[in-house]
């Protein structure tokens, strides 16, 4: 049944670089330096929507205003001519897409303008053949027409002395040869006009032979030719565009999706909206376009390759495929050359999955059982030595439809994958025993196991992939035959218990399990009931507190101990570690368990189990910097392991924090952006909060709202189940509400010691709630709510005596300091000794930065205020690049306040004038400087490139006489405030 879905994305997913190329170009055409982009890239993969993008963008009114394209009385703003070339043979109709090209200048500038560029009657009269109407009928041409290709360089030439003509010629691939020649021409001989074309051709349809090759070739030796190549959606773009399409899918069926399409929007969108119905016809006879031109023995060569996978080694092919070497070899060769399949390594890979899928549709019944046979034995014989194949071995020899054969296959599989730790092999082959077991002669002897204990690897294989519902389905299939094992019981029973639990978010299911796996198990003479008595007494410590948490934890390490497991043990000291986290007392000695259970020999799942609680709790602890390397090596382990989707998720949430927190945004906004897609419904808020607070910081308030209005439906289903979520997000609106001046932010401030009271979070996350709460509410000479300040004297005498707490408080006391009018000199010792400290590490840089700006404030009140100059113009230089753009904005306000300027700078007042000066683009610019940003954060909010905006930088500061960036905002500050000093 198909999900209701949009036809296309109604944003264009990716292609940020694409497009700002795009637009570069267009910018550097706009100033009389003509440019040719030429896009490629293969079927469907986008082209068309990246051009389309980039015309509305350069169509609008916004991106004009202030462009060097902008409409004025000499220069009436861009006009844009498309041109679409058509498949009409290898000759086709000459200028066949110029056509179209000039009938859109002659409707966007009228007959008179176009005569006039194409200058003589000549060119007139050419012209006349492609332009109806142009010619004036009772003049006589000064020389027969005939020069197409001339007529319509000068006409070009000529319209782009007063017009910026933007010029699209879309599938360069069908293009005649006079459109080709033009192109050439146009974009290797034309200067100082003010022209951009924009070209886009398949890269598949591009053999060796094709006519188009040798004048991409010459292209390519021209310096004013831009190349932009448009590649497949990456996993994590197809998640984006299947969001916007169908939002709500399961992660499993989108990374099936990406698969599937092989990145190409077009066919993301057309799964999408197939769902889990068959291939029609339509799309199939699309995919197999290029198959069906092949030859009968090219067909049977990739047909055998369909039933094989995406990807055949060549002696595989060579042993499955029933053709002789030479004939195979020339079948081989023809289906690469039309691009049905391409060389890849030691064998060969179909271009997309989806060709695979609809070519193995096209196997008769009888070849296919015939194919996959001689799969099964070829395999069998030479490649059964790797889970892959020993699990390919199996598969082929069900298609085959041999029963007993696919079980023993499938058998060897999993032992294979036990020994190689492969948990999405493993639950897959142990499923598929279990759907066989019924349907083989001595199923129980041939496996070597029992059927319950069948479930119970399938349940811990799927509990290692982070999968609880299929986990907690095979723990109940598996009770439902168990009736007497007292061991395999009580496992299954623990396993129903730890998934149910991880369903529900609640340790209050089914209380009962946990006893009744204990009563299973206290009599069992044998060591694995000892391992297994271990893992539920875990368990039961993390359900309880105080003494019987202490005891059930201190029994479970005891128990693993003598039993030597290291799994079992590593869990306990994570259990350890968690219920001293808890403890105000014991906080501190948290990390001596985890630091012992990373050092022992685990299984790559267990060791993502400790290495998600050691990055949690060095983040905790205010070890930032550890907590990146422990946390990005432990990321890169599950990776590797193929189990990111279980502690991989916690691990990049952790990881992302940490990064921001150390000044490193654009590595913490990959870990973040994964997270959130890898996290459930449910979990996902906390990275939607994290990404919010990013933006936030680094004065971004209109991608922060349209980032929780396009979130507004997940966020609050996080929250509904979830009190301690919904608190949290209180403390993300207090830090959006933050100033460097305090303001009356009572309401907000309660808002946030309530969430830090009520929460279930982590203790120093609360500390930092109070830590915002001070902020809202005191700043130099003002004094806090009464009630408030109360509640945050009682949070602080509360605090124990360790390293983070201390450096919390210290920051806590100093805002209150300020806020009660302390003397000026003992308030810059205590800010001084806060901003040394923090920068060592031990807090984020957000609170760096925010100390650093009430230095500088304390040192105003002092008197010292080249110090404070100095600072706050490192501070507005600084914190950009740190993702703390806000931080940067404060220090520019704080110095034009406080009438500051670095040694050297001249008066604000006489800048006044200069600044008025700038164009209207340099003072956009100069504005968004002003902001904190870098330049490409000013190209990506104006649409410019990098480039260009270090260009407008470099400009503006040598037109006002400012030696930095924090000096010319500080100078822009100075003209368009008038406040004074708080």
């Not at 890169?636 to 990111?644: L, M």
């Not at 906390?686 to 979130?711: G, I, N």
């Not at 308030?827 to 901003?835: D, F, L, S």
Request: charged share 25%.
């Amino acid at each position: 049944m198909s999900m209701p879905a949009l036809s296309s994305s109604p944003r264009m997913v990716g292609r940020h670089n694409e497009l700002a190329a795009l637009l570069e170009a267009f910018d550097e055409g706009a100033a009389g330096h003509p440019r040719t982009v030429v896009v490629r890239g293969e079927a469907g993969v986008g082209k068309t929507r990246l051009v389309q993008e980039f015309l509305a963008l350069v169509t609008t009114d916004d991106f004009g205003s202030g462009h060097p394209a902008a409409a004025t009385d000499d220069a009436p703003g861009p006009v844009v001519a498309f041109g679409q070339c058509v498949d009409l043979g290898p000759i086709g109709a000459p200028f066949g897409p110029i056509r179209r090209v000039l009938r859109d200048l002659h409707d966007a500038v009228g007959t008179d303008a176009l005569r006039e560029a194409a200058g003589s009657a000549a060119a007139i009269a050419s012209l006349a053949a492609l332009v109806p109407g142009i010619a004036d009928a009772t003049a006589e041409p000064e020389e027969a027409a005939g020069e197409f290709a001339e007529a319509i360089e000068v006409l070009l030439e000529g319209l782009s002395r007063r017009r910026h003509v933007v010029v699209l010629l879309e599938d360069l691939q069908w293009a005649d040869a006079a459109t080709m020649a033009l192109l050439k021409t146009l974009a290797s001989t034309l200067r100082g006009r003010r022209l951009t074309i924009v070209a886009t051709y398949r890269s598949d349809d591009i053999d060796r032979f094709h006519p188009l090759r040798p004048v991409l070739a010459e292209l390519d030796r021209t310096r004013s030719v831009v190349r932009v190549e448009v590649l497949p959606l990456t996993l994590d773009e197809v998640a984006e565009q299947v969001d916007q399409l169908a939002g709500g899918l399961d992660p499993r069926v989108v990374d099936a999706l990406a698969k599937r399409s092989g990145g190409i929007p077009f066919l993301v969108e057309e799964l999408v909206d197939l769902g889990d119905r068959a291939l029609p016809d339509t799309l199939r006879e699309l995919v197999l376009a290029r198959y069906m031109r092949l030859g009968a023995d090219a067909q049977q060569v990739v047909r055998t390759m369909a039933a094989g996978g995406v990807h055949v080694d060549d002696d595989v092919l060579a042993a499955v495929a029933m053709l002789d070497e030479r004939t195979r070899d020339v079948a081989v060769r023809e289906a690469i050359d039309t691009r049905v399949i391409a060389a890849d390594g030691a064998g060969y890979a179909f271009r997309h999955a989806l060709t695979r899928e609809a070519v193995e549709a096209e196997m008769l019944p009888s070849e296919r059982v015939r194919v996959h046979r001689r799969y099964a034995e070829h395999l069998g014989a030479h490649r059964s030595d790797s889970p892959d194949d020993a699990s390919a071995v199996a598969e082929h020899w069900l298609a085959a439809r041999d029963l007993p054969a696919a079980f023993d296959a499938t058998v060897a599989a999993l032992r294979q994958s036990r020994t190689r730790f492969s948990p999405a092999t493993s639950a897959k082959l142990a499923e598929r025993l279990a759907e066989l077991w019924g349907q083989v002669p001595d199923a129980e002897a041939r496996a070597g196991t029992t059927l319950p204990a069948l479930h119970l690897d399938a349940a811990q294989a799927w509990h290692d992939l982070g999968d609880a519902e299929r986990a907690l389905r095979s723990a109940n299939e598996g009770l439902a035959v168990c009736p007497d094992d007292p061991l395999i019981r009580a496992a299954l029973i623990r396993q129903r218990y730890v998934q149910t639990f991880n369903l529900e978010h609640t340790h209050t299911s089914q209380p009962a399990d946990l006893d009744e796996a204990v009563a299973l198990l206290e009599d069992v003479d044998d060591p694995r009931a000892r391992v297994l008595l271990s893992r539920v007494l875990t368990n039961m410590a993390i359900d309880e507190h105080g003494t019987d948490a202490a005891e059930h934890a201190a029994r479970a390490i005891a128990l693993a101990e003598e039993a030597g497991d290291d799994a079992a043990l590593a869990v306990a000291l994570t259990v350890e570690a968690w219920r001293l986290a808890g403890d105000e007392e014991q906080e501190s000695a948290a990390l001596a368990p985890l630091e012992r259970a990373v050092a022992l020999r685990l299984d790559p799942s267990m060791r993502a189990y400790v290495g998600n609680a050691l990055t949690h709790m060095l983040v905790s602890a205010g070890r930032l910097r550890e907590a990146v390397v422990v946390g990005t090596q432990h990321y890169e382990d599950v990776v590797r392991a193929g189990i990111e989707r279980g502690s991989g998720a916690a691990i990049a949430q952790s990881v992302a924090f940490a990064l921001f927190a150390t000044g490193e945004p654009e590595a913490a906004l990959q870990y973040a952006r994964r997270a959130r897609r890898l996290m459930s419904q449910a979990d996902a808020a906390s990275a939607l909060r994290l990404l919010s607070s990013h933006l936030t910081w680094d004065d971004r308030p209109r991608e922060r709202d349209d980032l929780l209005a396009a979130e507004r439906g997940r966020i609050d289903e996080a929250q509904r189940p979830h009190s301690e979520k919904a608190a949290w997000w209180a403390v993300e609106r207090a830090d959006a509400a933050l100033t460097l001046h305090a303001q009356e932010r009572t309401n907000a401030a309660t808002a946030v010691l309530a969430a830090a009271e009520q929460s279930e979070s982590g203790r120093t996350a609360r500390r930092y709630a109070v830590l915002t709460a001070a902020l809202l509410t005191h700043s130099p000479g003002r004094r806090g709510d009464a009630e408030v300040r109360a509640h945050i004297e009682r949070a602080l005498d509360g605090w124990p005596d360790n390293e983070l707490a201390g450096r919390v408080s210290r920051f806590v006391r100093a805002v209150l300091a300020d806020g009660d009018g302390a003397p000026a000199d003992e308030r810059v010792a205590a800010w001084r000794a806060i901003v040394d400290e923090l920068t060592t590490g031990g807090m984020p840089t957000w609170h760096l930065q925010t100390a650093r700006c009430r230095l500088a404030w304390a040192l105003i009140d002092a008197g010292e205020r080249d110090a404070a100059a100095d600072l706050l113009a490192a501070v507005t230089a600084e914190a950009p690049a740190l993702g703390v753009a806000r931080a940067a904005r404060w220090a520019a306000e704080l110095a034009a306040q406080a009438r500051l300027a670095p040694a050297g700078t001249a008066a604000a007042e006489a800048s006044a004038g200069v600044i008025a000066s700038l164009t209207p683009r340099e003072l956009q610019v100069l504005e968004l400087v002003a902001e904190g940003l870098t330049n490409p954060q000013i190209g990506q909010r104006l649409f410019i490139s990098p480039k260009t905006a270090s260009v407008h930088v470099s400009a503006i500061l040598a037109k006002i006489g400012a030696a930095n960036r924090a000096e010319a905002a500080a100078l822009y500050s100075a003209t368009t405030s008038a406040a004074s000093p708080a």
